[in-house]
């Protein structure tokens, strides 16, 4: 079956520290999204790509880097400049990014701080 | 500015009661209108959408949503809900390449 994949589902981040969140897609989608979601917020978009070796800012960029190397992967990379980022993170993919296309979601990863 | 409203962060139904969950949106132009279903601790599935046409839509799970032009509106019903429809429901609006998604209505199922 064709999905998203997001690993691990669960991930603690030290003080200073790097992490990285897989996600993994085999649905031939070209568009791919990284939201963030807290309690009460909805979701926010964090990164975008459109095609492989191109990718946007969303609304809150700040402390986190991705990256689009080949169509089917986009990693997220939440730095240390990333003060709050205790957050579940959800990954999606769609055909193109165009508004008519909709999303489909990986299950999601837990960050937490240790 | 654009935006997509939920105006119920919680709603609390009978099982086999039936349900309505509320969706505003405000742009310029008809969007095109989704729903979204979020089990705790899963990502979102796709319930349904409206691109144009037939302003009653049916989806999965038994779910139908019904777009109003004039109240700019989008709401999600089901006749009858069972307790597995305990969930997060999001409402969301794409428009001019951006997607935009509402902050979610909870749903409890009381047996």
């Known amino acids: 079956d064709g999905g998203i994949t997001q690993s691990p589902k669960y991930l603690f981040r030290k003080e200073g520290q790097n992490v990285t969140l897989s996600c993994e897609q085999n649905l031939?989608?070209?568009a791919m999204y990284w939201y963030r979601q807290d309690p009460g917020q909805g979701l926010r978009l964090i990164y975008y790509s459109?095609?492989?070796?191109?990718?946007?800012?969303?609304?809150?960029?700040?402390?986190?880097s991705v990256s689009r190397e080949k169509k089917?992967?986009?990693?997220?990379?939440?730095?240390?400049?990333?003060?709050?980022?205790?957050?579940?993170?959800?990954?999606?993919?769609?055909?193109?990014?165009?508004?008519?296309?909709p999303q489909h979601f990986g299950d999601g990863t837990r960050l937490s701080i240790l | 500015?654009?935006?997509?409203?939920?105006?119920?962060?919680?709603?609390?139904?009978?099982?086999g009661?039936?349900?309505?969950?509320?969706c505003n949106y405000s742009y310029g132009a008809t969007p095109y209108l989704f729903w979204y279903v979020q089990s705790p601790g899963q990502g979102l599935q796709l319930l349904l959408k409206y691109f144009s046409g037939d302003t009653l839509v049916q989806g999965i799970k038994g779910f139908e949503a019904e777009f109003k032009r004039s109240q700019s509106s989008f709401n999600l019903r089901k006749p009858s809900v069972h307790w597995s429809d305990a969930a997060e429901y999001f409402c969301a609006v794409g428009t001019g390449n951006q997607f935009y998604f509402g902050t979610g209505t909870s749903l409890t199922v009381i047996p």
């Open chain 2, 1 to 15: 500015a654009q935006s997509v409203t939920q105006p119920d962060i919680h709603i609390t139904v009978s099982e």
């Open chain 2, 17 to 22: 009661a039936s349900l309505e969950l509320r």
């Open chain 1, 72 to 101: 089917e992967s986009f990693p997220l990379t939440v730095t240390s400049a990333q003060k709050n980022p205790t957050a579940f993170y959800l990954c999606a993919s769609s055909i193109g990014r165009a508004s008519n296309q």
């Open chain 1, 28 to 30: 031939n989608h070209d």
């Open chain 1, 50 to 64: 459109q095609i492989v070796n191109d990718f946007q800012k969303g609304d809150i960029a700040e402390g986190y």
